[in-house]
């Protein structure tokens, strides 16, 4: 079974009802978007109605509205040497966090200025389904909560410090590295002490500086009579994960955390160039033989 269907399957049991689906992904980074596009695509292809709020604007499909972030600040990544963002130093790997706080508070900033998202405030119609990306803000997750819809989180990597909390999802730092070190899952005793120090300190920054971001955010929106986002992405349902664990080590995971790695690959394509070399008398048996 492809990985699309098993993870279509994963958001919504197959009962023969259509559902209406908004998916957010408000982050500029290309690599936080694209992944999740083939999901939206595949729900609307499946009869669902799907809007898919972003950056950027995909192949257009029956059934998928695609709602564009307005960037006057130039702020879309589209293509971007990752190196350039791989800290140099043992110090700057520990604030890596700080600047992924920075963005976040960057994304809510640049998202609630955007003539969609002002729109999307406004809309008095009703979802089913909110799909929305747990990365480093949350302070769009109250949209769940205003379209009393089910809220399904996702990653475009491994889930967060602070994402595994919402699910119980067991993040021993004994054995389980943090997303930013590179360690592996046999660390020495001092490699435990630092990954631990990291993950206290990642906590720390979380709880008290990007959810009272958040917090800050939300209610200027959304207003005080709204729950705490603290609460409404703590009644998510499920995350879906682009990790696996070849790459990124195994680990325990609940029921709940579905790893989905890959889900946006589509399958391979025949080669016209090489097959018709390939299917050229002669050539296939002595290349194969």
């Not at 499920?238 to 790893?259: G, W």
Request: aromatic share 14%; proline share 5%.
């Amino acid at each position: 079974m492809k990985m699309w269907v098993a993870t279509v399957l994963v958001v919504i049991i197959a009962s023969g009802h259509f559902y209406k689906i908004l998916g957010l992904f408000p982050d500029a980074a290309k690599s936080h978007v694209g992944p999740f596009f083939p999901l939206m695509r595949a729900l609307a292809l499946k009869g669902h109605q799907v809007t898919f709020v972003s950056h950027y604007e995909f192949a257009k499909i029956a059934g998928l509205e695609q709602l564009v972030i307005d960037n006057p600040n130039g702020l879309v990544m589209d293509v971007l040497n990752v190196s350039a963002f791989v800290p140099k130093t043992r110090f700057g790997t520990y604030l890596s966090n700080v600047m992924l706080a920075y963005n976040g508070w960057k994304t809510c900033y640049e998202g609630f200025s955007s003539p969609t998202f002002r729109d999307l405030l406004n809309r008095d119609d009703t979802f089913d389904i909110v799909i929305l990306e747990f990365f480093n803000t949350d302070c769009f997750a109250p949209f769940a909560f205003k379209f009393q819809a089910v809220l399904v989180g996702v990653s475009s990597c491994l889930p967060m410090h602070w994402t595994n909390e919402r699910f119980a999802n067991v993040y021993n730092p004994s054995y389980i590295p943090f997303a930013q070190m590179d360690f592996s899952d046999r660390m020495t005793f001092w490699e435990r002490v630092e990954n631990t120090v990291v993950g206290v300190f990642n906590e720390v920054l979380f709880n008290y500086l990007v959810r009272w971001n958040d917090e800050r955010i939300a209610r200027t929106h959304f207003g005080e009579s709204f729950p705490s986002v603290g609460e409404i992405v703590n009644n998510v349902s499920v995350l879906l994960t682009n990790a696996h664990f070849s790459l990124n080590l195994a680990r325990p995971e609940v029921p709940q955390v579905v790893e989905v790695g890959g889900m946006h690959i589509e399958g391979a394509k025949k080669l016209p160039q090489v097959g018709a070399f390939l299917d050229f008398d002669g050539y296939r048996s002595q290349i194969v033989g």
